[in-house]
């Protein structure tokens, strides 16, 4: 699954919300991934309304906070994040971009990334925006994030440092340091806060991808102008993997939903549309580490967005015993993975090749059993279904509150999922 979003009137982080929730992520699994976070509940509240902004309706992500005016330092929000019991991928991505807007806000005002004091966008919204935008496109089975230009309207605008001209200038800095592109604003004002650069600046490309349309979500802003305030967000396929779908059997695509539970979009994160000239595959021959650290350089690889990582035995010079660590990943990843394998492991150089991937399509559900929700990978060849497989970390979790067997569970999905197949 991939997605484009389209920001005719910007994007913050609470209309990226909208989009999301509009779109088909249930509000009550970003209360659920709040509430991971460890918060106090009495400081936060999250409301959906429906709202119109000119002519076009628009999903509301209202947020509210309850806390006194905050300095937090990187250091404070990444606590937060990395003490909470989310997927590990949530994590390290909410990170990610908190780590952008520090970087961002510490060439702005000319200090260190570790002394930066977070003002607006350290506040407990601006955590709820960017926590909840990452596990919202997980949730969704989004693989890749896609994303037009962003409008920089003109002005100025108050922060806790006085006036600022528009665009702010950490929100500059953060999309000039991916050369994201621009569009012509449709009017002065605040169209792209720095919480939604840093959101982009961290999750997308800046392209337009040929994409079999399933759903668009449209999310609204905080303010009305003399134009719909709103950003879109496209759900898909590539057309490669879906173009002719007409049929609308029940077990067929159409029936899917985009929805998928976060402990399955662990998954999905690391699925990426085929696509020639996307992916490469990188490797190196290693007989000198501890093999005890193989374990943690593939984490630290899929963390930073390979899609696949294994090692193969070899026998290498003077007959020392050795591995061959093989990982691909989208081509825009090749600098950083490979500085990874560079840096993680005792290598000196590292092998890319370009390959082709040949995927089948698939998209995730979340089936009712006997002993809770269980989300499942629907494989999908020639427009039908053609494979279920449960997320089986959550057949292990419900098995042992249960105190039945994970076969038992797995037996009860199979029996959730029957009619897909038949």
């Given at each position: 699954?991939i997605?484009?979003?389209?920001m ?9 919300l909208?989009?999301l ?6 509000l009550h699994?970003?209360h ?5 976070l ?5 400081s936060?509240q999250i ?10 309706r628009g999903?509301?992500?209202?947020i509210q ?5 905050t300095?937090?330092?990187?250091a404070d929000v ?5 003490q909470?019991?989310?997927?590990n ?5 909410a990170?990610a971009v ?17 002394q930066v004091?977070f ?7 601006a ?7 990452v596990?919202?496109l997980?949730?969704l ?6 994303a ?10 108050r922060s806790?440092?006085?006036p600022?001209?528009?665009p702010?200038?950490?929100t500059?800095h953060?999309?000039?340091d991916v050369?994201?592109?621009s ?6 004002g605040e169209?792209?806060?720095p919480?939604?650069?840093?959101l982009i ?5 800046f392209?337009?991808?040929p994409?079999?349309?399933h759903h668009?979500?449209?999310g609204?802003?905080q ?12 759900l898909?396929t590539?057309?490669?993997a ?9 077990n ?11 402990e ?5 994160s690391q699925?990426t ?11 190196t021959?290693i007989?000198d580490?501890?093999?005890e650290?193989?374990?943690?350089v ?9 899609l696949d990582?294994?090692t ?5 010079k ?7 660590l ?5 081509s ?14 005792t290598?000196?150089?590292v ?5 082709h991937r040949h995927?089948a399509?698939r ?8 002993y809770?929700?269980?989300?499942v990978k629907?494989k999908?060849?020639?427009?039908q ?5 449960p ?11 249960a ?10 999905v199979?029996?959730?999922?029957s009619h897909?197949?038949s």
């Open positions: 699954m997605a484009y979003l389209d005719p009137s910007g994007i913050s982080g609470d209309m990226f909208g989009c929730v509009d779109v088909g992520w249930p699994e970003l659920q991934v709040i509430q991971r460890g918060l106090p509940d009495e936060w409301n959906q309304k429906m709202v119109q902004r000119g002519p076009l999903t509301l992500v209202d906070v309850e806390e006194g005016p300095h937090r330092h990187l990444t606590q937060i994040i990395t909470s019991t989310l997927a991928t949530i994590k390290s991505k990170v908190f780590t952008r807007l520090a970087e961002a806000e510490a060439w702005v005002h000319g200090t260190s990334v570790e004091h003002h607006e966008v350290g506040a407990l919204d955590i709820i925006d960017i926590v909840g935008v596990a919202g997980e949730s089975g989004i693989g890749q994030l896609y037009s230009g962003a409008p920089l309207g003109e002005g100025w605008t806790a440092h006085g600022i001209p528009l702010a200038p950490a500059l953060l999309l000039t050369k994201a592109p569009r012509t604003a449709p009017g002065p169209l792209v806060t919480t939604g650069a840093a600046a961290e999750l997308a490309i392209r337009q991808p994409m079999m349309l668009v979500g449209y609204a802003g303010k009305d102008f003399d134009w719909p305030n709103v950003a879109r967000i496209w898909g590539t057309q490669s879906t173009t002719g779908l007409t049929k609308t059997s029940h067929t695509l159409q029936e899917t939903t985009p929805k998928a539970s976060q399955a979009s662990q998954e999905a699925e549309p085929y696509g020639e000239g996307t992916f490469v595959q990188i490797e021959n007989d580490m501890n093999p650290l193989y374990g943690v593939r984490q630290s690889l899929f963390d930073a967005g390979a990582v294994w193969t035995p070899i026998q290498m003077k007959e020392r015993p050795g591995n061959v093989s990982l691909v990943a989208p825009h990843l090749e600098e950083t993975l490979a500085a990874t394998v560079l840096k993680e492991t290598t000196l150089g092998r890319v090749h370009r390959v995927e399509d998209v995730f559900r979340t089936i009712q059993t006997e809770g929700e269980v989300s629907l999908i060849l020639d427009h279904i053609v494979g279920v497989k997320e089986f970390d959550r057949c292990v979790e419900l098995a042992k509150g105190g039945v067997t994970v076969q038992a569970v797995l037996h009860e199979k029996l959730a999922t897909i197949l």
